[in-house]
């Protein structure tokens, strides 16, 4: 028998919620005891954020499992071919990872702190499959009206009290940024989660020089900077956007405590 269109597009995203915490908890359970770990996922996947957007029927649950996963990676088990497979993934999710997955890329490749190797031709590769990946979609899109890149058209959207705008001037724009930037912080965990990630962050790195900063925090760094990049192109701080980047500084801060109380143990 089929499935309504809300049931057919719900059932991927709780799917997607319990891989999610299969993952946390598998990787969480490397450096806490099983049940620990167990516990620790059991709190996060039951935050608010998460159960709301498991409900929702948009990719934002699988997209943040493939952008996840990538992370996982790249940071816990270093892999060009499991970070790719799923920047890829993420890209066809959501078009929008496409900024996300270039700059994970570049750095991985450019930044020489990375545990694996990335050649000048294999990056261009990636990046070309992750660019054509893009345009293939908004190909797909501009038979509804989009144009092919997207985002210009986009653009006039932005605001979703009101349809289509020929202009939109800087003006407006500063004051809906202000509008939802306010809203955000009391709607969505956004704020916290800034914060936790500068506090993983702000003890390990020791030097300003780019080579010295461990390459976990260069991560988390890129991950808050380009949160802040994502709403300034798209101004919404709905937590569906950001649950990948939240997973992440939780399981960094959770594993840079146990690792600091290992050290302190020594």
Same mark, same amino acid.
């Given at each position: 028998?089929?499935?309504?269109?809300? $049931?057919? %597009?719900?059932?991927?995203? !709780?799917?997607?919620?319990?891989?999610?915490?299969?993952?946390?908890?598998?990787?969480?359970?490397?450096? /806490?005891?099983?049940? !620990?770990?167990?516990?620790?996922?059991?709190?996060?996947?039951?935050?608010?954020?998460?159960?709301?957007?498991?409900?929702?029927?948009?990719?934002? &649950?699988?997209?943040?499992?493939?952008?996840?996963?990538? /992370?996982?990676?790249?940071?816990?088990?270093?892999?060009?071919?499991?970070?790719?497979?799923?920047?890829?993934?993420?890209?066809?999710?959501?078009? *929008?990872?496409?900024?996300?997955?270039?700059? &994970? +890329?570049?750095?991985?490749?450019?930044?020489?702190?990375?545990?694996?190797?990335? =050649?000048?031709?294999?990056? /261009?590769? &990636?990046?070309?499959?992750?660019?054509?990946?893009?345009?293939?979609?908004? %190909? +797909? =899109?501009?038979?509804?009206?989009?144009?092919? #890149?997207?985002?210009?058209?986009?653009?006039?959207?932005?605001?979703?009290?009101? =349809?289509?705008?020929? %202009?939109?001037?800087? $003006?407006?724009?500063? %004051?809906?940024?202000?509008?939802?930037? !306010?809203?955000?912080?009391?709607?969505?965990?956004?704020?916290?989660?800034?914060?936790?990630? +500068?506090?993983?962050?702000?003890?390990?790195?020791?030097?300003?020089?780019?080579?010295?900063?461990?390459?976990?925090?260069? +991560?988390?760094?890129?991950?808050?900077?380009?949160?802040?990049?994502?709403?300034? &192109?798209?101004? *919404?701080? =709905?937590?569906?956007?950001?649950?990948?980047?939240?997973? #992440?500084?939780?399981?960094?801060?959770?594993?840079?405590? !146990?690792?600091?109380?290992?050290?302190? $143990?020594?």
């Amino acid at each position: 028998m089929g499935q309504t269109l809300t $049931k057919a %597009t719900v059932i991927p995203s !709780v799917i997607t919620f319990i891989l999610i915490g299969l993952l946390l908890y598998f990787w969480l359970s490397k450096y /806490l005891k099983i049940w !620990v770990a167990f516990i620790f996922s059991l709190l996060f996947m039951h935050c608010g954020f998460m159960l709301n957007s498991a409900r929702l029927s948009s990719p934002d &649950m699988l997209s943040a499992f493939f952008l996840l996963c990538s /992370l996982y990676f790249t940071i816990e088990k270093p892999s060009v071919l499991g970070l790719f497979t799923f920047l890829l993934l993420s890209v066809f999710t959501r078009i *929008d990872n496409l900024l996300f997955s270039i700059c &994970m +890329i570049t750095v991985c490749t450019f930044s020489g702190s990375w545990a694996k190797r990335i =050649s000048l031709f294999n990056y /261009l590769a &990636m990046t070309g499959l992750l660019v054509a990946a893009y345009f293939i979609i908004t %190909t +797909i =899109s501009s038979r509804a009206a989009f144009g092919i #890149l997207y985002y210009p058209t986009f653009i006039h959207y932005f605001n979703s009290s009101y =349809s289509y705008r020929e %202009t939109f001037s800087i $003006k407006e724009y500063l %004051t809906l940024l202000n509008a939802k930037l !306010v809203a955000g912080f009391y709607s969505s965990s956004f704020l916290i989660f800034v914060l936790l990630g +500068i506090m993983t962050t702000i003890h390990t790195v020791k030097s300003i020089r780019f080579q010295e900063i461990p390459f976990t925090s260069i +991560i988390c760094i890129l991950v808050l900077l380009l949160s802040f990049v994502r709403f300034f &192109m798209f101004p *919404d701080l =709905s937590d569906r956007f950001y649950l990948a980047y939240y997973a #992440l500084i939780f399981i960094v801060l959770l594993k840079r405590f !146990v690792l600091n109380e290992m050290k302190n $143990k020594q």
